[in-house]
Every structure is written in C-alpha cells, then in structure tokens.
C-alpha cells in the first residue's frame, strides 16, 4: 500500500506540479489511512471498501479532529482513490461517498493600518539584518504574497526599474504584481547593504536568493515565521501571528481602501473569486462594528 501512495505522491510532482508542501500533506493524510487500515488487518487496498473509509473518518472526529482537518483528509483520500480508478488498479471509487463536513467560516485575522505602520518601523535598520527584516514585512505587507513565495525570491525576481516582482505561487504558476514605493524602496536597501557586505559590490547575481541568514544562506520557513511573529507580537496581542497575518491585511486594507475584488483575485494569486470573499467578509464585519460603536441608535 505504501508503494501505490508513493506512486501517487510521483504523479503529484510530476504530472500535476504540486508544491512540496501540498504533497507533504497528502503523504501525511494518506500515510495515517494505511496505520488504520493495518490495524484493521486490511493489506491489499483492493479490499478497502466504503465502510472502511466511513470508520477511518469518524475515528478521526472520535479523536477531536477539526471538521476542517477531517475535510482536507477526505480530499486527499479522494483524489488518492481516483487516481487509483483511473490507473485501474481499483475498480470503483470508495471515497465518492464520503461526505466533507462544514466547517464553520472563520475570518482571517489582520491587523488594522496604524499597527501596521507601528510594525514596519520595528527594525533597526543600522545593521544588514535589520534591513533584510525591514524588506521582508515590507513586501509581506506591500505585495499580500504568501510565506513559500517570498521563501523562493531570487535576486533576479526584483524588476527594480519598473517596481514590479515576479512571484511563483501555487502548482509553480507565476505572476508578476506591483511592489509598492516602500517595499521597493527597503528591498533595494537591502540589497546594497547586502552586496556591500558579502559581495564587495564585485557581481550581480540574479540567481542569487533575496533574503539570506546571518550565514549567507536562503532563509527557511520556521526562520521567517519567527521573524515575523516577534515584531507582531511586539505591536499586537492577536492570537495568530504568522506571515500570514500580514497577507490578510493587504488584502483587507486594499478593500477598504476601494480595490476592485477582481483585481485583488489576481494580485492574492487565487484560483477562484469566492476564496478572495472572504475579506470582503472582514471589511463588512468592520464597517459594521464602526457603525455600532458610533452611531448613536445604534
């Protein structure tokens, strides 16, 4: 059974282009499907069948997982059966009967603009790792681009003259997207304090990565994701405080501030409208509450 998931994890890569992250993920879900089935004497997946599949997901909210972690096990389930079908290595698809729960909307924590302004006058841009820190938020904030992209960046990804930045997102798709007088402004700060300490001015490589450790080395996720949470925590008490925090209030300032829903679409990067909603969600939960707070028959 392990083989059949490696098999699929290969085609993920290969044929489809899915990030790492995404097939990490399916390999995580999948990989606890066959723990289960084992333990309920299943070694052939030929023989696992829609009951099985019924058991395995109630188990998991037996176990107190969330309606929204048990969903994405499903899709993963079902998109492993499928491939399975379409190989015809399984007649018949058992996962199309199972039912993905409802999670509940949650509205994607951000913070409002006089923070943010607070946030980005954080770093002590006398030393090179202050500025590096200075142009990571400022891009989070001023281009709205998630974590494994800003991870990716290359020195060569920044159009300085014309203030734009290539950005490779989900499934290796790329877009270009404008940066913004402040972002471009810290970047290039960066990047002169950079080649003036590692390079002594002496090259221009565009293959370089754009955001390095103290040790010269492309910066990894957990490294970002400390980075970012010690200045928000130093400016915010909000119980999320990920990159991500500042993707929501790009997208969330830029609605308020009169961005055609569409438009923002294309600058999140997302596949569909309905997923770029969801701020609008945020914006009307706040005019609201400022109508509540301030008109008087309220």
């Known amino acids: 059974m392990e083989k059949l998931v490696r098999k699929f994890l290969e085609y993920l890569e290969v044929e489809r282009n899915y990030s790492p992250h995404t097939i990490l993920s399916y390999e995580t879900d999948l990989m606890n499907l066959i723990k289960f089935l084992q333990v309920e004497g299943i070694t052939s997946i030929v023989k696992v069948e829609k009951n099985v599949l019924r058991a395995y997901i109630g188990s998991l909210l037996d176990k107190g997982y969330s309606q929204k972690s048990v969903a994405r096990k499903i899709a993963s389930i079902r998109s492993f059966f499928k491939y399975l079908y379409k190989q015809k290595i399984k007649e018949g698809n058992p996962a199309l009967v199972l039912i993905t729960p409802k999670a509940g909307k ?132 909000i119980e999320k405080k990920s990159p991500h925090v500042l993707r929501h209030s790009f997208a969330t300032h830029m609605l308020n501030h009169g961005a055609d829903l569409r438009a923002l679409k294309e600058l999140l990067g997302h596949e569909s409208l309905s997923t770029t909603q969801v701020y609008t969600h945020v914006s009307s939960s706040r005019m609201k509450k400022a109508y509540e707070d301030a008109h008087p028959k309220a």
Do not use: C, W
């Not at 002496?202 to 293959?207: A, C, P």
């Not at 370089?208 to 990894?220: H, I, K």
């Open 106 to 237: 949650h509205l994607p924590a951000f913070l409002d603009e006089h923070t943010v302004n607070h946030l980005l006058e954080l770093p002590d841009t006398s030393s090179l790792l202050g500025k590096r820190d200075r142009a990571v938020l400022e891009l989070f904030y001023g281009t709205g681009i998630r974590l494994s992209e800003l991870i990716g960046l290359n020195v060569g990804d920044i159009r300085q003259d014309e203030g734009l930045i290539k950005v490779t997102g989900k499934g290796r798709k790329e877009r270009i997207i404008p940066m913004g007088r402040q972002a471009l402004a810290s970047v290039k700060e960066y990047l002169k304090a950079q080649r003036d300490i590692h390079l002594s001015g002496t090259r221009s490589d565009k293959g370089r990565p754009l955001f390095l450790s103290a040790r010269g080395q492309r910066l990894y996720p957990q490294a970002i994701g400390r980075l970012v949470k010690k200045y928000i925590g130093a400016v915010s008490e």
